[in-house]
């Protein structure tokens, strides 16, 4: 996407991982803040790490502002630097019923330290969120793109997959 006029072709948009403060002022470069913010008022949006960065209230960084998609504070590479990257087992939860646990791959990942009552927490790691959503914006810290994980697309942008109702342990094996 370069110009705001792209977002009219599309249905739901993931905001990539990367580099945060690239990407905020990228946004700014090409004139997208406010297209983007409206855009996300009415379609599914997610944020991998980088992007969950950017989907944030509040980022404790003053080079990066974020859209304030997600009522949440995130703190950037909170998980160590690139080096101390890895990929942990973490639980997910994404009905009553069903809990599910696979790789989760986290990359200089962010640390989400606050969150609003409209925040809903699907996974967590250390006791930490990892994946959050609200509405139809869901908010990654890591990358599901490196483990071969699509569950997290089929949610938001997939209506028809009905993943919270289905038996996911039959869809996913753990």
Known sequence: MKVPLDLESVDG?????????????????????QPLI????????????AGLIMMAKDVPDERVNPLGFLNICVDRNAYGRQIESSTEMVKYHFNSNTEIEFATTLIRAPKISEMGDDIQVIGEFKGSPVAVISGHHLGLSFHPELDDIDLFHQILFDPSSNVYTKNLNQIYAT
């Open 13 to 33: 948009l993931v905001i990539p991982g990367g580099e945060s403060t690239t990407l905020s002022l990228l946004i700014d470069s090409f004139d997208l803040r």
């Open 38 to 49: 409206n855009f996300g008022k009415d379609h599914p949006v997610m944020g991998t790490c």
